[in-house]
């Protein structure tokens, strides 16, 4: 409870009170009266009365009000927005936000024989490299005729594939093509009636400083938004919002440009309730009433009705790879073939491809794209976009209302028509085939040459000595590479903006604050950056020097170990090499000892075992440490080698028997083992040992028990008494 005073009573602070609160007088002469909620002066004169009567009396009158909590608004504005920012303040409002995970790449099924083929290529390159052989040749001839194919697939390709790349999940979407094109851009949303359908997006922006209605569908760049805009489906509110900005639009004056990108209108009962075919209807009734210029630009695919409600324009651009049609293809085919299987023939009959609706005039022109589709570079995509639509814009300005209502209308009237009984010229038939892009039998000529390739490098890297890392091979390298960068920047046709960028960097800063690097220079650097590495990441180009800066990172990999391996064998050097030394000759002697078949007494193993822990305490004050040990591997015997040393064994174990019977020393090991039970003196037992092996090497004929292994075993005479003499010894000292 919160004690309040209103204005002239006792002290005459103010007090403010709270919609929904109950105040509560108490006073003696009133007892306790309460007080309706106050909503916009009401009860002021009631109020005004009870000041006056308690200023007369002199009497303070105590107020507890009860308030509410406040209702909470999310601050649209976040707090981390840069200080440096001079523009682009309302991005931060936006819903598109830049994404935080790249988005992966994806291959379409006829990409991928010549995908296969880049790896292979520079796999090839790299094997060269390593050889140290000079491969570039062949390996420039390799990659012109790649280029070559690339070129062919492309410029041959068929409606069902061009229909593929239109909804490739990584192709650009309106919004970042109108944020590729425009200076300034502010969204615009709602319909006025409550709603606001994600999947159209509306607003105004500025190309060259004019400013222009932007209308568009748009899909998702990953799984979640595409849920959320619903896969670019509008439903009657967005057609409704698009409507609604038209007429925006028409009353201020603005140009309108539309971008259609989707596979039709959402199609579900629910939209079908709230009208989907009367808001088409409306919208494509209500554009050819519209006084300004409109252009349209299919960026992707373009789906029957959904498409044509923002689509009745003065001009229609489509993208090289854009599709416009009446009917998906594989809906097309479930109709008439009764199977979806025969998409790709429905889809050449539909001509739904950006060459086939210019020959129908549907399409007034078609914008380039480059060599792999929009998503390769969607930069100079947008750019080309740009290009179109400011000329159809500056063609379009030169009509009057009229004129551009009358365009508008023909353009449409006359799609589909012809005149009956006028003279038509005949056409020029040729019986010639088209050339098609024999792009298996391109792959399949490139794979052997690269596989032959392959096997000349294998070969040279046999024959070759291991590549050694000098420093001048680096140097050689960084020359090289930087030559293809500046190649690169030529080809690409961005050397006069690095020329501009590195003059301005070379002037001295202006700003005396201690800032190394002016924050547009730096923005201005890291677009231009930004634009060469998507120029780079293009399928098929540069491939000699996306391959030699990988070899490059891998060198300086490389350099940046070995360096840190000679520092720290230098630290470890100073601070550990006396002791080290010492312990390291103990170990030494220990693995000798274990070599030649000597036994290690229990002080001498408790010793070494002392040495591991103390070289484990030394490289760990050194911030190193052990992590286990292994034992040495000892080389693998060749095949067959075991079962002929078990049949030489078994024939030395007869001889010792025959030797053992003979001479009667059965009862003296009888002895031996008597006295190793019961553990006696070591001495007694050796010299009952050494005098057993003595009588069985007096008996045993070491020439002949040779011959009876070499035979055994079946090895030449001379062949067979290589290094028997140890076995044999070896044997009688086990016995």
């Known amino acids: ?164 790349i239109a909804r490739h999940p990584n192709r650009p979407t309106f919004l970042d093509h109108v944020l590729n094109i425009t200076e300034k851009w502010v969204e615009l949303h709602g319909d006025r009636a409550g709603y606001d359908d994600p999947a159209i997006v509306t607003g105004i922006g500025s190309i060259d400083g004019k400013s222009y209605m932007f209308i568009g569908h748009q899909k998702g760049r990953n799984t979640k938004e595409n849920i959320q805009r619903n896969f670019g489906m509008p439903t009657p509110h967005g057609y409704r919002k698009a409507l609604r900005m038209m007429k925006y639009a028409d009353h201020h004056g603005f140009p309108i440009i539309t971008f259609i990108d989707t596979p039709g209108a959402y199609a579900d009962l629910k939209s079908e309730e709230l009208g989907q075919g009367e808001a088409i209807a409306h919208n494509l009734r209500e554009m050819f009433g519209l006084k300004v210029p409109i252009v349209t630009v299919v960026i992707g695919e373009g789906g029957s009705g959904g498409a044509l409600a923002i689509g009745c324009a003065n001009k229609l651009f489509m993208l090289e790879n854009a599709v416009f049609y009446v009917a998906s293809p594989e809906a097309c085919a479930a109709i008439l073939w009764k199977s979806s299987q025969a998409a790709p023939k429905a889809a050449e009959k539909l001509k739904i491809t950006a060459t086939e609706l210019c020959k129908l005039k549907i399409a007034d022109g078609i914008i380039p794209e480059p060599l792999g589709g929009a998503h390769t570079d969607p930069t100079w995509t947008s750019q080309q976009i740009k290009v179109m639509i400011s000329k159809a814009m500056e063609e379009l300005a030169q009509m009057d209302t009229d004129g551009l209502l009358g365009h508008r209308h023909l353009k449409f009237r006359a799609l589909g028509g012809f005149l009956e009984g006028a003279e038509i010229e005949p056409e020029k038939k040729r019986n010639m085939k088209k050339k098609e892009a024999d792009v298996p039998k391109l792959t399949a000529d490139l794979e052997v040459e690269i596989e032959n390739l392959k096997k000349a490098a294998i070969e040279a890297k046999g024959k070759s000595p ?214 006696s003196n070591k001495e007694k037992i050796d010299e009952l040992a050494a005098e057993i092996r003595e009588g069985i090497a007096a008996v045993v004929d070491s020439t002949e028990l040779k011959k009876k292994i070499g035979s055994v075993i079946g090895l030449p005479q001379e062949e067979g008494t290589v290094g028997l003499p140890q076995q044999a010894e070896a044997g009688i000292a086990s016995e």
Not at 2 to 27: H, R, W
Not at 60 to 72: S, V
Not at 481 to 492: C, H, L, Q, R
Not at 535 to 561: A, D, H, I, T, Y
Request: charge should be positive; hydrophobic fraction near 35%.
């Open 1 to 164: 409870m919160n004690s309040l005073s209103p204005s002239g009573v006792g002290s005459g602070e103010g007090c403010s009170f709270v919609s929904g609160s109950q105040i509560l007088f108490k006073k003696s002469f009133l007892g306790s009266v309460p007080l309706p909620t106050l909503n916009k002066g009401t009860y002021s004169p009631w109020l005004k009365q009870l000041e006056w009567s308690s200023s007369r009396s002199g009497h303070r009158l105590p107020i507890y009000a009860r308030i509410k909590k406040g209702q909470k608004h999310e601050y649209p504005w976040p707090d981390n927005i840069d200080p440096n920012l001079k523009s682009g303040h309302l991005s931060y409002l936006s819903h598109f936000k830049p994404l935080t995970e790249k988005p992966k790449p994806v291959t379409l099924p006829f990409e991928k024989p010549l995908v296969d083929l880049e790896k292979k290529i520079i796999d090839v390159r790299k094997m060269a490299d390593e050889t140290g052989l000079d491969f570039s040749d062949q390996i420039n001839l390799l990659e012109s005729k790649y280029q070559q194919a690339l070129k062919d697939l492309y410029t041959h390709l068929t409606p069902i594939q061009r229909l593929s």
């Open 466 to 679: 291991a590549p050694v890392i000098t420093n001048e091979a680096i140097e050689k390298l960084r020359q090289d590479v930087d030559k293809e960068i500046t190649n690169a920047f030529i080809s690409m046709g961005l050397q006069e903006k690095l020329e501009a960028l590195k003059m301005e960097l070379s002037k001295p800063p202006s700003n005396s604050n201690g800032q190394t690097l002016n924050p547009a220079l730096k923005e201005k650097a890291d677009k231009l950056f930004q634009e060469f590495k998507l120029n780079l990441s293009r399928p098929g180009s540069f491939l000699g020097l996306k391959q030699k800066l990988q070899m490059l990172s891998e060198v300086n990999k490389l350099v940046e170990l070995r360096e840190k391996g000679e520092k720290l064998r230098k630290e470890i050097n100073e601070k550990l090499q006396g002791q080290v030394k010492e312990k390291m000759a103990i170990l030494k002697m220990a693995r000798d000892k274990v070599a030649k078949g000597e036994q290690l007494n229990e002080d001498f193993i408790k010793e070494v075992d002392k040495v591991k822990e103390e070289l484990a305490a030394m490289l760990k004050s050194v911030n190193l440490e052990v992590v286990g040990s292994s034992k040495k591997k000892a080389p693998s015997s060749p095949p067959g080698l075991e079962e002929k040393l078990e049949k030489a064994d078994e024939v030395i174990k007869k001889e010792i028997e025959k030797a053992v019977e003979i001479t009667g020393l059965r009862d003296k090991i009888e002895e031996l083992k008597a006295e190793v039970a019961k553990g």
